[in-house]
Structures are given as C-alpha cells and as structure tokens.
C-alpha cells in the first residue's frame, strides 16, 4: 500500500517515453485534465500522462510501472462522479483515448467488438448503419472501457441489462504487463471462473481493459415516449413499481423530483410543469408501443397520476431523453460557480418508495440544495446536493449526510451503489455492506492480481 505520492524522475519518464508511440506528457493543463472527474472530491495530479496505442503498449508500461512501483490510474473521459480516475498516489494517468477504434461489427453475431477509448455515442452512430444499437446508457459520453471498469448501467437497464450484461469477452492487461483474454464471443459460457465479470467492475483495480466484445441489439421498429404528473415523489414510485411488476415491457422508466425538472425545463428549454415526473420509454411494433403506452396509462392513473401524454414523435423523444441525461449539468446551470455530490443506491424494488421519502427527509434537514432522480424501474436512485468548491467544509459536512443515506439504503436490504462505484467515496459504505469477511476476500483477490498495489490505488478499500 502507497503512503505517500510518487513522483516520477525524469529517467522514467524518459524510459515510458521508449514505451508508447502515443504522447509522455508532463504538461501541467494536460495534467490537470487527468487530475478530476465530474465528483465534488479535490483534484489531485498525475506526475504524468502516458497515451499508449496499443494493448502491447500497455503491457510494456505496465510492465515497468510494476517494475518501478509506480501507481497507474486508467483514464477515459473522466466522467465517473466517485473519483475513480483521481490519481490520488500520484504516478501515471494511462489515458486509453487513443485506443479508440471499431474493430469489428457483426450483425449476423449481434455483436461488436471495440477499443477502450471508443465513446458510447461514436459507436451508436456506427451502429445504426447497420440497424443495430449498443444498450447501456449512462447518460454521460463516456468511453467503454470506462463504462465496463466501473460496471455502468443506466436508463435502459430495466430492458437491456447493465455492462455486467453486455460485455461478453474482454482482452486485459494484468499488473505485471501479462495480457489475458476472457470470456467468448457466445451468449453461453459455462467454462472455469467467470474472469470477465471479474474485472468489469473492478474499477480498474485489477487489470487494464484493452479490448471488449459487446452484445448489441437490432434497433425496434417502434419508440415512444410519455410523461406523467404525480402530487408526490412517493406516488410516483409506487406507481413505477407497479408498472415493473404489472410485467409490462418498458424499456426505460425515470423518476425527476420537481426541482429536476425545473433544471432541465432551464437548461434544454422543456415546458413541464414542475412536479415530481415519471418519464417512459416503449420499444416494439406499432400496436405492442400503443398497448404499453395505454396499459401504463391505466395503471398510472390509479396512483394519482396525471396529464399522461405520449408521443411516437422521434424528435420528441430525443430531446425528452437528452433532458434527462444533462439533469446533472442542469443542476450545476441552476448553480453557478458550484460543484456538486452525486450519489446512488438501490433497493429492494418493494421499498423503493420508502427509501427516497427517507432520503427527502434527510435531505430536507440540511441547508444544501438538493434533487432526487432516478432509474425506479430498477429501484436505482440519485441525489444531487449542491456544495460550494470555496467552502470545503460544506463537502466534508455533505460526506456526512451522504454516508448517512447510504447507511439507511443498507439496513433496508439495498446496496450503497447501484452503478456509481466506490471508488474513493464509498470505502467505508462497502465494508458496512459485504461485511468484514467479503471484503477480506476482496483484498485477497487483489493482492493476487496486483501484490504491488500500482493500479488504482486507494479506490474500491484502502
């Protein structure tokens, strides 16, 4: 384990240099860049960032960095909100951009395989010329590799499944510069331990992700969109879980508290009324869209819901679902010159509606703005609170009443995130969670990958 930050001598950063085909720079705008994410947690700088171009590449600065005890954080767009790419030991920030191409799209296969630093949005575009679409939608442009080391889901989890879902075969580096290759390129896969959903997740703690297959799928005949009015965040919830166990097939179900929606209505120039809001996806032929639409409908009202509109507009609907991606940079717009802490947990679907009255609630007592949103379909939810960067006491106060969210969310049974990651924000929420004893194992498995502690030091347990 590091205790102190490691600071490169220019020999190492002369022998990476001899390394990689891609830029060594020490630049300090170019440092500064790797040194955040989109977390509330201070910035820390790499002492440098190594570009590689290829998974050979990868293995040699591995390789040496191991070699040379030097901390290594995998860097992609730098979206994740737990400070998962900080590199809080100093070393190496080994930005995977570069590594950014389609090597294969096959149709026939529904499947595609692809470099880490490819983005979600460059392959769906690549995609759609063949009449397929990548799932897993985060909200954020985020690259792959990003995607698959922090276990990404998103909106359309509900339907499509999570990155743990969707990546079937990964090509990796360990710590020590071997390279490996799991899982196939088959939707079955029963042979020995089950590495790839080892390491996607894994935050990259354990190895460095340099090719992934990816499950694709044909993109539906038919989308809708539809919107609902709701008195109460709780009516709202209750009426989502509902609809998931009513068996109807949404495709994607959002929940937005009142102050999200007046931010998006701001921010992407909507009209909503601003009230707690359930937001519907619907995938499939023409009638099943309209059957879905009509049977949320019925269900819905029975919640007090109200104002149900749906529309089969295509134009329409992306900008609903644009909306709701950039809820979180709406509420920044809404807050100018601020940060914020965004964090998630699930629970059990059958006390979804308790937990987010819970989090209101505790919210409520604080004087720091907040919004509440989420995936309700998979009793996934969000809480966005406003601190200002001035004040750092504000985020140490607001660590505080985050932990104790995530706290309530475990004794109901839930987990401390459904899709953020630990990273370095949520060690302690782990433990609570796992217990002891997992977390042993956890420390295990990674001083076996990784007995030199160089990748991502600090995230996931100190």
Same mark, same amino acid.
């Given at each position: 384990?590091?205790?102190?930050? /490691? $600071?490169?001598?220019?020999?190492?950063?002369?022998?990476?240099?001899?390394?990689?085909?891609?830029?060594?720079?020490?630049?300090?705008?170019?440092?500064?860049? &790797?040194?955040?994410?989109?977390?509330?947690?201070?910035?820390?700088?790499?002492?440098?960032?190594?570009?590689?171009?290829?998974?050979?590449? /990868?293995?040699?600065?591995?390789?040496?960095?191991?070699?040379?005890?030097? +901390?290594? /954080?995998?860097?992609?767009?730098?979206?994740?909100?737990?400070? &998962?790419?900080?590199?809080?030991?100093?070393?190496?920030?080994?930005? *995977?951009?570069?590594?950014?191409?389609?090597? =294969?799209?096959?149709?026939?296969?529904?499947?595609?395989?692809?470099?880490?630093?490819? &983005?979600?949005?460059?392959?769906?575009?690549?995609?759609?010329?063949?009449?397929?679409?990548?799932?897993?939608?985060?909200?954020?442009?985020?690259?792959?590799?990003?995607?698959?080391?922090?276990?990404?889901?998103?909106?359309?989890?509900?339907?499509?499944?999570?990155?743990? =879902?969707?990546?079937?075969?990964?090509?990796?580096?360990?710590? $020590?510069?071997?390279?490996?290759?799991?899982?196939?390129?088959?939707?079955?896969?029963?042979?020995?331990?089950?590495?790839?959903? #080892?390491?996607?997740?894994?935050?990259?703690? #354990?190895?460095?992700?340099?090719?992934?297959? #990816?499950?694709?799928?044909?993109?539906?005949?038919?989308?809708?969109?539809?919107?609902?009015?709701?008195?109460?965040?709780?009516?709202?919830?209750?009426?989502?879980?509902a609809i998931v166990r009513s068996g109807i097939s949404i495709a994607r179900c959002e929940f937005l508290d009142a102050k999200c929606i007046k931010n998006v209505n701001s921010h992407d120039?909507?009209?909503?009324?601003?009230?707690?809001?359930?937001?519907?996806?619907?995938?499939?032929?023409?009638?099943?869209?309209?059957?879905?639409?009509?049977?949320?409908?019925?269900?819905?009202?029975?919640?007090?819901?109200?104002?149900?509109?749906?529309?089969?507009?295509?134009?329409?609907?992306?900008?609903?679902?644009?909306?709701?991606?950039?809820?979180?940079?709406?509420?920044?717009?809404?807050? +100018?010159?601020?940060?914020?802490?965004?964090?998630?947990?699930?629970? +059990? *679907?059958?006390?979804?509606?308790?937990?987010?009255?819970?989090?209101?609630?505790?919210?409520?007592?604080?004087?720091?703005?907040?919004?509440?949103?989420? &995936?309700?379909?998979?009793?996934?939810?969000?809480?966005?609170?406003?601190?200002?960067?001035?004040?750092?006491?504000?985020?140490? $106060?607001?660590?505080?009443?985050?932990?104790? #969210?995530?706290?309530k969310m475990i004794e109901m049974g839930g987990t401390c995130t459904g899709e953020h990651g630990i990273g370095s924000g949520k060690i302690s929420a782990?433990?609570?969670?796992?217990?002891?004893?997992?977390?042993?194992?956890?420390?295990?498995?990674?001083?076996?990958?990784?007995?030199?502690?160089?990748?991502?030091?600090?995230?996931?347990?100190?």
């Amino acid at each position: 384990m590091f205790n102190k930050r /490691v $600071d490169l001598s220019s020999e190492q950063i002369e022998h990476l240099k001899s390394l990689v085909t891609g830029l060594v720079s020490t630049n300090e705008t170019v440092l500064a860049q &790797h040194g955040r994410d989109e977390s509330a947690i201070p910035p820390v700088n790499p002492s440098a960032v190594v570009m590689p171009q290829s998974t050979e590449e /990868v293995s040699k600065v591995l390789a040496y960095c191991n070699q040379q005890k030097i +901390p290594v /954080v995998a860097f992609g767009a730098g979206s994740s909100l737990e400070g &998962h790419v900080l590199p809080l030991f100093g070393g190496i920030s080994l930005d *995977l951009t570069q590594m950014n191409k389609i090597i =294969d799209v096959r149709a026939d296969d529904l499947l595609v395989r692809v470099q880490p630093g490819v &983005h979600r949005i460059a392959l769906n575009e690549k995609l759609a010329n063949s009449g397929l679409f990548f799932s897993v939608d985060p909200g954020a442009d985020a690259t792959l590799g990003g995607m698959a080391a922090t276990g990404a889901a998103g909106t359309t989890t509900v339907r499509y499944g999570s990155m743990r =879902d969707n990546v079937l075969a990964l090509t990796a580096v360990m710590a $020590d510069g071997t390279i490996i290759k799991t899982g196939r390129e088959t939707r079955k896969l029963s042979a020995g331990y089950d590495l790839t959903r #080892l390491l996607v997740g894994s935050e990259g703690t #354990l190895a460095v992700i340099t090719e992934l297959t #990816l499950r694709v799928f044909g993109i539906p005949e038919k989308m809708a969109a539809a919107t609902v009015q709701f008195k109460s965040l709780a009516d709202g919830v209750t009426a989502a879980t509902a609809i998931v166990r009513s068996g109807i097939s949404i495709a994607r179900c959002e929940f937005l508290d009142a102050k999200c929606i007046k931010n998006v209505n701001s921010h992407d120039g909507l009209s909503l009324a601003e009230v707690p809001t359930l937001f519907f996806e619907f995938h499939g032929s023409p009638q099943g869209v309209a059957e879905d639409a009509q049977s949320v409908k019925d269900i819905v009202e029975e919640f007090g819901g109200s104002e149900f509109q749906w529309s089969t507009d295509e134009g329409a609907r992306r900008k609903l679902w644009q909306a709701r991606h950039n809820a979180y940079w709406a509420g920044i717009a809404a807050n +100018p010159g601020k940060r914020a802490v965004s964090t998630d947990a699930a629970v +059990p *679907l059958s006390k979804l509606a308790e937990a987010v009255t819970i989090a209101e609630q505790v919210l409520s007592k604080h004087p720091y703005p907040f919004s509440i949103l989420g &995936h309700v379909a998979d009793a996934n939810f969000h809480c966005f609170i406003v601190t200002d960067p001035e004040k750092p006491e504000e985020l140490e $106060d607001v660590r505080h009443i985050t932990h104790e #969210l995530t706290m309530k969310m475990i004794e109901m049974g839930g987990t401390c995130t459904g899709e953020h990651g630990i990273g370095s924000g949520k060690i302690s929420a782990l433990i609570a969670e796992t217990g002891a004893e997992a977390v042993s194992i956890m420390r295990s498995i990674k001083k076996t990958l990784d007995p030199n502690n160089i990748l991502n030091p600090g995230k996931v347990f100190n």
